[in-house]
């Protein structure tokens, strides 16, 4: 087993282990990117793929170019994991991608069935990623301004509270 999936393996669903460390060797040699990656959907160990998500959401946030050359197993493989937290992790991520106007409309679509995810988390940040792809397509907007608004009214309170303030920017930005 590769050293950096060695440490994601360390603990349990409740830890996210040696997460930072894996992040921080990342991030001085960018070439490891992509062990940690396909972890997140090739590795049999859930604490691992949870860690591994993890790990490439937080690696993102200050790389997002770590991301692009990966766009097709993102949107396919990753996507498939039915793991809540890959899912959340991967909702964090899709909107860092720069993405054709079909592949939005696909990832659109793959955040509109994680709406039925049993996880409250999964639909809270699949509310936000949907957010985040109707700004970057107006055609998108008044779908995603539909949905928030459903989820706003019967969500967990996590939901609401997150749907209230996305409709609030998604409005002032549309103009409604």
């Not at 107006?138 to 209230?164: C, D, H, V, Y």
Request: proline share 4%.
């Amino acid at each position: 087993m590769n050293d950096l999936l060695a440490q994601l393996a360390i603990g349990d669903r409740r830890t996210t282990g040696k997460s930072a460390q894996v992040a921080q060797a990342i991030l001085r040699n960018p070439k490891l990117f992509d062990v940690v990656f396909d972890a997140m959907w090739q590795s049999e160990d859930v604490g691992v793929r949870m860690r591994a998500s993890n790990v490439c959401e937080t690696v993102t946030r200050t790389r997002p170019d770590l991301l692009q050359p990966r766009k097709s197993d993102l949107l396919k493989h990753v996507a498939a994991v039915t793991q809540q937290e890959v899912r959340w992790h991967w909702c964090q991520m899709l909107p860092r991608l720069a993405l054709t106007r079909p592949e939005r409309r696909r990832a659109f679509a793959l955040l509109t069935g994680f709406m039925e995810d049993k996880s409250s988390i999964v639909r809270t940040f699949a509310m936000q990623a949907m957010a985040d792809l109707a700004r970057q397509d107006e055609q998108l907007m008044p779908q995603t301004l539909a949905l928030i608004r459903e989820f706003t009214g019967n969500g967990t309170p996590a939901m609401r509270s997150r749907g209230r303030k996305l409709l609030q920017e998604l409005q002032a930005a549309d103009g409604n």
